[in-house]
């Protein structure tokens, strides 16, 4: 290893980024775990980010995650970014080579999947088909996870309906395209309900959706994550559907960050969820 030391250092770059709570996760598990480095929050306006990307290797930085507004742009500037990321149009982690190159990962599709199969172990990929609520990047991730997971068919509803259809036409799999409203025609015989659209979002409208169609066994995750319970989640609850929280999604993709950077696998404990839901 050519590192000048032991200290390894990560951030998340973002703008704004003040908000992230991934300093307070990544930091949590480097206590936990007795590794000297550190994470920090990395505020990048969206012209610097090419220059905060390449500096990372000058730096020594063992990686990054990359969010909001640069995923896209951190998929174009990777040097090496791997087909996930390819097929998802998006980069949320870096992890810098040792000749200083950039490695573009994806862990938003496997964050939703591990959260989901924690949060709910008794479901399965072959349950049924899903419904996935939105077309942005975050659905991307979703339906890209459901596909490779062997969902048998996703049903795709957004309130724009050509970005579902460009969803669907760029990531493939047994994805199907619905008018939004048509809730009736989707949840009936789904086993799987996702929203990924900002409804539901502290200062949003809640997601206005009649479940009456949705079966007694279906889960239904959301992945906002303020509040924790949304309005769909209290809804599904209240009608005996399992729900899946957004906060786990969140937990789970710094997982295989944190391992790639740092070396070790850490845990989504109760214990660390209850420290970030606290801060919510
Ligand atoms: P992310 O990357 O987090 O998924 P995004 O790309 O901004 O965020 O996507 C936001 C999603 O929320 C989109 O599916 C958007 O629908 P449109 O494609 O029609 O814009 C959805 N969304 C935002 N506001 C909405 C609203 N008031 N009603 C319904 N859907 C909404």
Known sequence: MAHENLFRAAGVIGWPVAH????????????????AGAYLPLPVRPDRIE???????????????????????ALALADHPDALARRIGAVNLIVV??????????????GFLDSLRAGCPSWRAADGPAVVLGAGGAARAVVAA?????????????????????????????VAVLDWGRWAAALDGAALLVNTTVLGMAGQAPLAIDLAALPRAAVVCDIVYVPLETPLLAAARARGNPVVDGLGMLLHQAVPAFKAWFGVRPEVTAEVRALIAATL
Do not use: M
């Open 20 to 35: 992230s709570r991934s300093p307070r996760l990544h930091g949590y598990w480097l206590a936990r775990h007795g590794i």
């Open 51 to 73: 220059a905060a990307l390449r500096g990372l290797a000058a730096l020594g930085f063992a990686g990054a995650n990359v969010t909001v507004p640069h995923k896209q742009a």
């Open 97 to 110: 080579r040792e000749d200083g190159s950039l490695e573009g990962r994806n862990t938003d599709a496997a």
């Open 146 to 174: 459901l596909s490779d997971a062997g969902v048998p068919a996703i049903c795709l509803l957004n309130r724009t309906r050509a970005h579902a259809e460009t969803l669907a036409a760029s990531l493939g799999g047994p």
